[in-house]
Every structure is written in structure tokens, then in C-alpha cells.
């Protein structure tokens, strides 16, 4: 449970790690059960240094889905670039208007069937008739939420992010980057082969917002099927790339299984409630620069939470937080961390509400330039959190798939337009709602979240489109030391990788 010190997102709680330096994570699972996604958390590196984190039931005991599958299927949805990510990183951050979109998005690596350079080595699944299977499937991609879909096939949704759901069948899932679903597809079609496919949800306008126009695609071959050339397979088809009210419905179907031996434990009050909104903003040219971003003086575009975009610091926040609630143990003469540093890393004034409230939906902001800084928000260890993110017409909508590490929370709400306490909580779910760690915020609309702070440290909160991270769309919590012995955050492992 206490696993802060192996969560990793660098400057966070950790400093990232050099060149022939080891550092070995040691964590215990406590409640999850299914598909996790890991990944490298420094600039643009989960690009390509990522895979599925897969905890099985214990021994002997059964899924609690309607059918036991015969086998399963990792299937890992990504992007390729043909550069270097560490320069498309570069480029999106100087030119201020955005960023060079990938060449290719991809299943398992591969582009698929409608790339030339990767027909003969498309992504294969062998099934037979009959049979029912598990397909974990993980968006992995760095910039865009994706629709999956198996030709003429149902796919029914048995967990997300790593928690048992109510079976939810339909033709076509949306997954968020950083999203996981298990889903059981049963091979009940004539003996073929069929496509599956992956293609992008984007909601803004493409003419702000590229995307990669290409489907990703593998094959789902029946046992004794003829050989067929591409065209004459049959392929998936999708909504349209900006279809908000599909996804929004989809999601809005999930529940999470909350039987006697998997309980939701849904958190029924509120002890602290913030209200986050999350879009664009402008950063202003700095003195002496030629910029040339879209903004007044050429102002580049940025990202904000609560009009805060956030900095990294120079010292891990968790380094520098430990240090200041143990000032006196040794432990402390492994950093070389003044006190004075460590107290300047960070600073605990994160807004709980917006700092320029207007009608967030309608485009009125006058403002669109935000305050910089590395602001944590403070919270006390075993109470009910509740969060509302709120999607902004800063500049134009986008739906933000927001991650929380640390913690799964309960989706209890999502809506569209400017989010009412008084109208929208009396619709909230508090029975069943899917249980998740990141949530994708409609484009014009809001996600109300809750979550018990059991588990005590510093964890990031942050937008999971790369770009937008890279351009402060992130904020963090600060969850403090329990009363009991088991309730306080541990000495550092010896190997941790200092500052």
C-alpha cells in the first residue's frame, strides 16, 4: 500500500535515474486485480519504454466474469514517430502552437495491415470458434484517446484500469491514454478472418489539433480460415473522430462489479471538496525572444490547472517533503539537500478553486494567461476527497484524460456544460460508479471524482496527453502521515536515487 518511493514520476518523488544506476521498486498489491499500464515518467520517454503490469487473481480462484476465457490477449495501442521523441518534445515546447504528430499509431508496435512497411508483421490473435477470450487492452499512446473495435464482433468490458466491472457489452470501447479495459470477445462469427483495429477520438478541430488519420489495425484469425488478401478482409468502422457524445455515453455505461467479494466502498461523504479547471492558457514571451505562438506578442500556448501551470522543481517534492517531516533523522545525510532547499521546492498553496471563476463553458475568460509556479495541495491522511474537473473554453475545448497516481477513485459523475453542485451531485452515483485512475474529461463538460486518502506521500495528478504535461498541465498531492505506525510514510530505500 505504502509504495510512494516506487511510483516514479521524476522531479516528484524521485530524481530521475543516470546512466548505470540501479533502483529497484518494491510495492505491495493491495486491491487491484487485472491490467495496469507502466511506463517511464521523465520528458517523452513512455513514447517507448512502456508495457502491461498484468496481477492475476490468487491461485485457484475464478474471474468473477459470466464465462472463464480459454486464453488472453495483451494489446498495447501506441504511437511511432520517425524522430527522435526527445526533439518532438523540443519542438512542441519552442514553436508554441503545438507539436509534429506521429507518423504511425500502432498495436503491439505494429501499424498493421494498412501500412505498407508492416502488412507481413500485423499484430495476430488465432482463436477458434466457440471459444471466449481476454483481450487486456492498454492505451499507450502519448497524445490521443482511441476507439478499438473487432470486425463484426461484440466485446464485453469486464474491468477497468485494474478494478472488476459490471459486464458491459458493445461493438466499440474508448480508452484514454493511460486507460486500461478487459474485455471477453467470443469467437461466434463464421470461420474467417476478421480486423481489429485502433483509431483516434479528438475532439477539437483538426485544424488546431492534428491526428493521425490512419487506422492501426491486427487480425483475428479463426482456426481452418481461408487465406484472404487485404482487401478482401473486412475492416471495423468507427465513430467520427470528434464524436464526444459516443464517448461520453460510453463511459457513462461502466459500473463497477461492487459484489460481496469485490465491494466498491464508494466514499458516501465529503470531508474536503476542490473544484479544478483544466485548459489551455498563453505563456508570454520572455524578454529579448522572438516568439511566433498563436497568443497576443506572439505569446506560445501552455496548459493549466486552476490557472496554476505548474514547474518542475529542481528536487524531487518528496525528497524535499520527507526531509522537512524528519529534519533530524540520519537518513537525511544521504541527500545533499539543504534545508533551505528543500523548504524552497515546492510550495503548499495549490487553489482549491479556480482563481478567475466565470462561466467556463461559454468562452468569456479574459485572462488567458496563468500564474507559474510548483504548488502542492495538502490533505490529511483517512478523509473523503471530492474533485470536480472542469473543462474550459480557454483558447477552444479538449477532452483531458486526467491520471491520478497513488489511487484508484470513483467516477460519480460526468456531465456536459459548467458543473452545478446544487443540479449535478443530486445525479451523482454513489452505489456503483466505475472505479478508475484516470478519467477522461468530456470536451465542454465536467468529472466529478472521490477518493479516501489512505495512502500517504506525494502524488501527481496530471493531464495523460503528453504535450499538455510538458506544457504544466499537473498539479500534486500531499496526503500526511496517519496517526499509526502503519499510516506514516517510510524511510527511503537506500538505493533511492537522489537529487
Excluded at 145 to 167: C, G, I, N
Excluded at 355 to 384: H, I, R, S
Aim: glycine share 8%.
Amino acid at each position: 500500500m505504502f509504495t510512494v518511493w516506487a511510483d516514479g514520476p521524476a522531479y516528484i518523488t524521485q530524481c530521475p535515474l543516470q546512466p548505470k544506476e540501479h533502483y529497484n521498486h518494491n510495492f505491495t498489491v493491495v486491491r487491484e486485480q487485472g491490467t495496469l499500464f507502466w511506463h517511464a515518467h521523465l520528458g517523452w520517454q513512455r513514447g517507448t519504454l512502456y508495457g502491461a503490469f498484468i496481477i492475476m487473481p490468487p491461485k485457484g480462484q475464478p474471474y468473477p466474469f459470466p464465462i472463464q476465457p480459454k486464453a488472453e490477449f495483451p494489446l498495447l495501442l501506441g504511437e511511432w514517430w520517425n524522430m527522435q521523441l526527445d526533439d518532438v518534445e523540443k519542438f512542441g515546447l519552442e514553436n508554441g502552437r503545438g507539436y509534429n504528430i506521429s507518423n504511425a499509431t500502432t498495436i503491439n508496435g505494429q501499424p498493421g495491415l494498412l501500412y505498407p512497411c508492416s502488412q507481413e508483421n500485423a499484430t495476430t490473435l488465432r482463436v477458434k470458434k466457440g471459444e471466449t477470450y481476454l483481450l487486456r487492452i492498454i492505451n499507450a499512446a502519448m497524445n490521443f484517446q482511441m476507439y478499438f473495435q473487432v470486425a463484426k464482433h461484440m466485446l464485453t468490458v469486464v474491468e477497468t484500469d485494474a478494478s472488476f466491472s459490471k459486464p458491459y457489452t458493445t461493438d466499440i470501447i474508448v480508452l484514454a491514454p493511460g486507460q486500461t479495459a478487459d474485455v471477453l470477445i467470443t469467437a461466434d462469427q463464421d470461420v474467417d478472418s476478421y480486423v481489429f483495429g485502433a483509431a483516434v477520438f479528438s475532439p477539437p478541430d483538426p485544424l488546431r489539433v492534428e491526428y493521425p488519420t490512419i487506422t492501426t489495425t491486427g487480425l483475428f484469425i479463426y482456426e481452418g480460415a481461408p487465406n484472404k488478401t487485404v482487401e478482401e478482409l473486412e475492416f471495423p468502422t468507427f465513430p467520427a473522430f470528434n464524436d464526444s457524445a459516443f464517448a461520453l455515453n460510453y463511459v457513462s455505461q461502466l459500473r463497477s462489479l461492487n459484489s460481496q467479494e469485490h465491494p466498491s466502498w464508494t466514499p458516501q461523504t465529503v470531508d474536503r471538496s476542490f473544484l479544478f479547471t483544466v485548459g489551455y492558457s498563453y505563456v508570454e514571451c520572455k524578454a529579448g525572444e522572438v516568439c511566433q505562438g498563436p497568443g497576443p506578442g506572439g505569446a506560445t500556448v501552455g496548459t493549466n490547472i486552476n490557472n496554476v501551470t505548474f514547474e518542475l522543481p529542481s528536487v524531487a517534492i518528496l525528497q524535499a517533503y520527507y526531509q522537512q517531516i524528519h529534519p533530524n533523522q540520519s537518513v537525511a545525510a544521504m541527500w545533499d539537500t539543504s534545508p533551505a532547499q528543500a523548504e524552497d521546492s515546492y510550495e503548499e498553496d495549490f487553489p482549491s478553486m479556480p482563481m478567475f471563476q466565470y462561466n467556463y463553458t461559454d468562452g468569456n475568460l479574459a485572462n488567458n494567461f496563468a500564474e507559474f509556479g510548483t504548488k502542492v495541495m495538502v490533505v490529511d491522511f483517512n478523509v473523503n476527497v471530492q474533485l470536480v474537473l472542469q473543462n474550459t473554453d480557454s483558447l477552444f475545448f479538449e477532452s483531458h484524460p486526467f491520471h491520478l497516481h497513488g489511487y484508484n477513485f470513483h467516477v460519480v459523475g460526468l456531465g456536459m456544460g459548467t458543473y452545478n453542485e446544487e443540479r449535478d451531485s443530486a445525479n451523482f452515483n454513489l452505489v456503483d460508479p466505475p472505479i478508475m485512475n484516470t478519467v477522461a474529461v468530456p470536451a465542454g463538460g465536467w468529472a466529478a471524482i472521490r477518493f479516501f486518502t489512505d495512502n500517504p506521500g506525494v502524488w501527481l495528478m496530471h493531464c495523460h496527453f503528453e504535450m499538455h504535461t510538458t506544457w504544466g498541465m499537473m498539479m500534486a498531492f500531499i496526503v500526511k502521515d496517519g496517526s499509526a505506525p502503519n499510516q506514516k510514510l517510510p524511510p527511503p530505500p537506500k538505493d533511492y536515487p537522489k537529487c
